[in-house]
């Protein structure tokens, strides 16, 4: 069954660096979405992209963060000048279309010391 | 932001028996919703999804119900198996927006004993 893959699946990283998430959505899916979950907290969107560009995003989603799709297969969510609160899953996400259910990756544990 | 919450952080029951899960939402203009059971350090898996023009979904054991009156849906499942007990997250979408968000409620976690 075709599935959502993130890599990697842990990351730390210091306080101001630059970090870059990767996703493999399904291969025949539309519409990728990235999603974070602080430790406790609810899982909360951040973006969605379709057709190369961002589709809508959330107030969380400000210029620090970015999404790219850089070829076929990837799309990645980089985070520029990580904070302490950056901390979460990040979780990846995909489906067919704008309004069917969509599939979630394992996740990527970001740590930022 | 609490437009979609399930009260119940945790709910206990037997093998054999049927587990209710229930989730509110307070944003009207939700029209589409959806259950996914989570694992630790896995992401959310999808399990079932009810659009507003229907008041019940059913695959296998689960069953997916909404009223659109009292702003609730509930998840059922029967019969309990212990590879259930897992976190459940319901989610909400607006499809009339254009927008695709999902908007999830804080999870309930289910524990299906033998």
């Known amino acids: 069954e075709p599935e959502v893959t993130q890599t990697p699946s842990h990351q730390v990283t210091q306080m101001g660096q630059e970090v870059i998430l990767r996703c493999v959505p399904i291969s025949n899916h539309l519409y990728f979405y990235w999603y974070r979950q602080i430790l406790g907290q609810k899982v909360e969107f951040l973006v969605s992209?379709?057709?190369?560009?961002?589709?809508?995003k959330s107030e969380i989603f400000d210029d620090q963060f970015s999404v790219e799709r850089p070829d076929g297969s990837n799309f990645t969510l980089k985070i520029r000048s990580t904070k302490l609160e950056d901390s979460a899953m990040y979780f990846c996400?995909?489906?067919?279309?704008?309004?069917?259910?969509?599939?979630f990756g394992p996740g990527t544990r970001l740590t930022v010391t | 932001d609490q437009q979609v919450k399930q009260n119940s952080p945790s709910l206990s029951v037997q093998e054999g028996r049927i587990s209710i899960l229930n989730c509110d939402y307070t944003n009207s203009m939700f029209d589409y919703f959806l259950w996914y059971k989570k694992y630790p350090a896995e992401g959310p898996t999808f399990l079932i999804s009810i659009s507003s023009i229907k008041d019940k979904n059913e695959d296998g054991r689960f069953t997916v119900f909404l009223n659109k009156s009292a702003k609730h849906l509930s998840l059922h499942i029967v019969p309990s198996q212990p590879g259930d007990s897992a976190v459940y997250f319901c989610?909400?979408?607006?499809?009339?927006?254009?927008?695709?968000?999902?908007?999830f409620g804080t999870g309930t976690r289910l524990l299906v004993s033998p």
């Open positions: 989610a909400a979408q607006n499809s009339n927006t254009g927008f695709q968000k999902l908007v």
């Open positions: 996400a995909s489906s067919e279309g704008r309004h069917y259910e969509q599939y």
């Open positions: 992209f379709y057709n190369n560009e961002i589709s809508e």
